[in-house]
């Protein structure tokens, strides 16, 4: 049940620069906010307990606990900045309390890393990290400054292109740094 609730995150998260386009003449701030924060109680109550698992989810939930006191249009657009928040945080808590979160997942797959792959991943992480600082900053720009339309085209399209990039790129770096080892 976990993953349902996972993946209908990850949906939603996808789906919602659109949402937020074409629904904000439609809809209340509201029913963003029950919507997101129903998905985010179940994701909380099925999840299994990871480290920072619950702080995440708490955080979402107040902030769509904000979105539904405060009815604010303007706050939906600061949903994308909450998400790419824990995102650096996730990415970077684990560089300084470790293990870096790259190497965690590269060792669900080869548990014993050379330690020339634990140096990789560990400037990995140090990329991830330094990208959801920077789209961060972009976001909340965004969020403060921009028109609705240009917001909806970052978040909804290029914002996914960059981390695209980003993955596309990192796997080509990682097979030719396994072509040298």
């Known amino acids: 049940m976990a993953r349902l609730f996972g993946l209908l995150l990850l949906i939603a998260g996808v789906l919602y620069p659109f949402a937020v386009y074409y629904g904000m003449e439609h809809w209340s701030p509201r029913v963003f906010a029950a919507l997101l ?74 548990p014993q890393l050379p330690e020339v792959a634990v140096r990789y991943t560990r400037k990995v992480t140090q990329v991830w990290t330094l990208f959801f600082l920077g789209n961060t900053c972009l976001l909340m720009a965004l969020a403060m400054w921009a028109p609705l339309s240009w917001w909806t085209l970052y978040t909804g399209f290029i914002s996914y292109g960059l981390i695209g990039l980003l993955f596309a790129g990192e796997w080509l770096i990682r097979q030719r740094v396994r072509k040298h080892e």
């Open 37 to 110: 924060g129903g998905l985010w109680l179940a994701r909380a109550l099925t999840a299994r307990r990871r480290p920072g698992g619950l702080w995440l989810a708490v955080a979402a939930l107040v902030f769509c606990l904000l979105l539904g006191v405060a009815n604010e249009p303007a706050l939906l657009r600061w949903y994308p900045v909450l998400l790419n928040l824990m995102l650096l945080a996730l990415f970077g808590l684990s560089l300084k309390f470790g293990p870096p979160l790259v190497e965690r997942m590269a060792r669900l797959r080869e």
